[in-house]
């Protein structure tokens, strides 16, 4: 059985850093593109930023030259380096990653369990 398990969240203060990380544990052929979603209180799950296997990045509007997505294939893991963090960024971060299973076989999207990052002084 296929997982991805989150860690890296907490609370920090605003133009602080965090860094999240995501490994994808079990039994898998391979994963195609990663990437991390957040959800504020009261508003829709958001892209936040992905990742191909070949290492091309898009990143929202909102993040894009203070958030940095990168993935360490052999190890299966995503990361989302996080800097000038606002209080705006506040969300539970979840981690996604489109995973195939088994060759010849198509992928299976797969969620995990989200981290609270909190920026608040």
């Known amino acids: 059985q296929v997982q991805l398990v989150e860690s890296g969240g907490g609370l920090v203060q605003p133009g602080g850093s965090l860094r999240l990380s995501c490994a994808a544990s079990g039994r898998l052929f391979s994963i195609n593109a990663m990437a991390w979603y957040r959800q504020a209180p009261g508003k829709e799950r958001e892209l936040v930023a992905g990742i191909t296997s070949g290492g091309n990045t898009n990143y929202a509007a909102s993040v894009k030259g203070r958030f940095t997505i990168s993935r360490d294939n052999a190890k299966n893991t995503v990361y989302l380096q996080m800097n000038s963090l606002k209080p705006e960024d506040t969300a539970v971060y979840y981690c996604?990653?489109?995973?195939?299973?088994?060759?010849?076989?198509?992928?299976?999207?797969?969620w995990g369990q989200g981290t609270q990052v909190t920026v608040s002084s």
């Open positions: 996604n990653a489109d995973i195939k299973l088994r060759i010849f076989t198509m992928g299976a999207d797969y």
